[in-house]
């Protein structure tokens, strides 16, 4: 099972005892069928009493997890007051009473991270939710994005809990209206309800819900402000600060299918790999139908992710590849699309959820910028500036990592954009085709005075949001396979 490193304790995995690594492993377990079940549940959803039964059914889970991270945060801290008093007191390290804490201070640690990541997990179900009221359209699920996520649920937060639960009740018996809360996901961040009235085709409405006594605050009337904005006029500027626009374009071609056929291969070998002329998507089946020995699983694995790419497959030759796994899509902060939205059978996208299908998608930089040159652009790939100031490669990926501009007009492609094609089915030749049709509708054209970094342009995709809105119609093709044995 993999495990993160604590942001404050390196964790001593071998400190962790079998019967504790079979616990965690169970909770793995448990969440796959969970999500899978729930996910299944959700694609049945339409209206608002569906949704609401649906939240309900996922609050029990995130709850759980939650009241759980919230006690490992208290043993830890129970820990770290023991391992002090025994320093204090000059007690050996060596010792059976200060090896004993730092054994519980390390199981601590385990179990914080572990149920971090189921919480995660859980989370992206509400994602799904929140796609799914909103339609699958992007730009709204971007704007009310923009903004810090709230993390995990604990006692300290209960009167707000309160306030919610009690808005969320009255919109239903007053109403019949459904609201989602925003803490039930990793997606919404601005706000804490978005709430779906019955027999109204608007998007739902965002709802800042306060404590009596307590008045929303005046940055998060601004965001609410920017959301509006955005949603209604596609731009939003921030006096001093950024300036925002939102770009909606009719693709016409996706890349989803490279993932599709990586993964109906790692289903029969273990691990699969599907390439276009710049993608490479790897994948690997961690449950191994093909019951293969763990070392070479291993070492095809990272042949396949590492290994140098040959020109019959890239045809442009690259020097800095650009690489994302499914671990980072499910864990670090963005805006793309979760695979539990993704049209694939439900058992599929609880493995993504929850790793056992774990997916390593590999970009041919090069080729990007040589389609934007074809197109007229200057473009930069800003991966190698390390060898030209004689230095050693980034530690990170630089933001912006592309920048394309036509004479003094220039613009950075956000991290949004790289990942839309990295994970999301992005074609390269939609990608181009935004931002010619921005340069060519003379945004930003006059504003070059702008700093780079005083921008935030997104593009979303008419093509890759019909793609998520068709997994609601989506038929079980596997039905037939043999099932996977988690």
């Known amino acids: 099972m993999m495990v993160p490193e604590s942001s404050e304790q390196t964790l001593d995995i071998t400190a962790i005892k079998p019967e504790q690594w079979e616990a965690l492993e169970t909770l793995r377990r448990d969440a796959f069928s969970h999500i899978e079940q729930l996910v299944e549940e959700i694609r049945q959803c339409r209206k608002p009493e569906h949704y609401r039964v649906a939240q309900q059914h996922l609050s029990e889970h995130i709850e759980r997890i939650d009241t759980s991270i919230g006690e490992a945060k208290r043993r830890i801290s129970h820990a770290k007051r023991n391992l002090r008093r025994l320093y204090k007191r000059n007690i050996s390290t060596d010792s059976p009473e200060m090896q004993e804490v730092a054994q519980e201070r390390q199981v601590a640690y385990m179990d914080y991270n572990v149920y971090s990541s189921l919480a995660r997990q859980y989370r992206l179900v509400g994602d799904a939710i929140a796609w799914q009221i909103y339609d699958f359209q992007a730009l709204p699920v971007y704007d009310w994005g923009l903004n810090q ?133 790897t994948v690997m089946d961690e449950t191994n139908p093909a019951g293969r020995l763990q070392d070479d699983m291993m070492k095809e694995w990272k042949k396949l992710t590492e290994e140098f790419i040959t020109p019959d497959i890239w045809p442009t030759t690259c020097s800095d590849y650009l690489s994302h796994t499914s671990y980072r899509k499910n864990t670090m902060p963005s805006f793309s699309a979760p695979y539990t939205i993704y049209p694939l059978p439900s058992d599929y996208v609880a493995g993504l959820a929850t790793g056992y299908l774990m997916v390593h998608y590999r970009l041919n930089t090069a080729a990007i910028t040589q389609a934007f040159q074809k197109a007229g652009f200057n473009a930069i790939c800003r991966l190698g500036e390390w060898r030209a100031q004689g230095g050693e490669p980034p530690k990170r990926i630089p933001s912006p990592c592309f920048i394309v501009g036509r004479g003094s007009w220039m613009v950075p492609l956000s991290a949004t954009s790289v990942e839309q094609i990295l994970c999301d089915g992005l074609s390269l030749e939609d990608l181009v085709a935004s931002v010619v049709e921005l340069y060519q509708s003379n945004a930003l054209k006059n504003d070059t005075i702008r700093e780079l970094e005083r921008f935030l342009v997104t593009f979303t995709y008419t093509g890759l949001e019909n793609i998520w809105r068709s997994s609601l119609t989506y038929v079980d093709s596997a039905e037939n396979e043999e099932e996977v044995v988690i």
């Open 149 to 281: 996520g709230a993390g995990v649920i604990t006692g300290e937060q209960q009167e707000g809990v309160k306030a919610e639960t009690g808005t969320i009740e009255q919109l239903w018996n007053d109403e019949g209206a459904f609201a989602l809360r925003h803490d039930y996901t990793n997606c919404l961040r601005v706000g804490n309800l978005s709430i779906l009235y019955p027999n109204r085709t608007e998007l739902p409405t965002v709802k800042e819900v306060k404590v009596t006594g307590r008045s929303v605050l005046p940055h998060e009337k601004e965001m609410q402000r920017r959301g509006l904005a955005l949603i209604a006029n596609n731009e939003y500027s921030a006096p001093g600060k950024a300036l925002y626009v939102q770009r909606t374009i009719s693709s016409q071609t996706s890349t989803m299918n490279l993932l599709f056929q990586a993964i109906a291969q790692a289903r029969t070998a273990s691990v699969g790999q599907v390439t276009n002329s710049y993608l490479a998507i």
